[in-house]
DNA sequence: GTATGATGCCTACCTTTTCTAGGTATCGCG
DNA sequence: CGCGATACCTAGAAAAGGTAGGCATCATAC
């Protein structure tokens, strides 16, 4: 019944995704991680969201994909932001901004 | 190609639908307009979402409707919130809230 | 007078995205 | 040895919006 986690809206994992890759290269075990710990726990983004959208997002040219063995000697696939990819946060995070304040001004309406 | 007006993401059509509702009775082709105002032509509905939308809200009892004549003479379908739907208009405006507040939270962080 | 655009409603179908629910394998710890 | 965490993946379902049509009425322009 009562569910602390919301579902995310369709069109923010994308975004959420290339925020995460932009504080560094990261593999997709590790995103899930490091999204719910900057939400404080409220954004839990489902494995099974994610490596789909990861394979869509590479595709289009956004991420780079590597296989290697990270510090504690197991091997993860790595992601990085390409030039690309940077652009389409930066264009990702403008709609966002827009979305939320035209939401606003609608919800300021008496 | 150049495109001012965003696609809404998909679980905000209710909340804006349901607060344009909250300002007062009115019928489908009327809350396009509301809403593409309150937002400063930010926010386009597209008819194909609102009355799908508007019949789905309607099943789950957070809109009743009527057929009515309005002012000009024109004969048009009104909808009116319900008690249910003022509640329902509150938890999507909070769970808003936290995803906003939770993205914003994501974005924050170098 | 008739064409056109705005008002007003509706539907069928498509696409996209996310979630659910599985599967596989390795590693560390009790 | 079992179990939970780490790490990857897929198939299928569900839900929501958009596209693209259709229909009818009304006012205005030509």
Do not use: C
């Not at 940077?86 to 709609?95: D, F, G, I, M, V």
Request: proline share 1%; hydrophobic share 40%; no cysteine.
């Amino acid at each position: 019944m009562a569910k602390d986690k919301a579902d995310l809206l369709q069109g923010t994992l994308d975004m959420l995704i290339l925020k995460a890759l932009s504080l560094g290269e990261l593999h997709g075990y590790g995103m899930i991680q490091r999204i719910r710990q900057l939400s404080d726990e409220m954004l839990n983004v489902e494995q099974g969201s994610l490596y789909p959208a990861l394979y869509r997002i590479e595709q289009k040219g956004w991420v780079s994909a590597r296989w290697d063995v990270h510090e504690t000697g197991r091997e993860a696939k790595f992601y990085k932001l390409t030039r690309t990819g940077r652009k389409q946060l930066e264009t990702e995070e403008a709609s966002w901004d827009r979305l939320v304040l035209a939401i606003a001004k609608v919800r300021q309406a008496t």
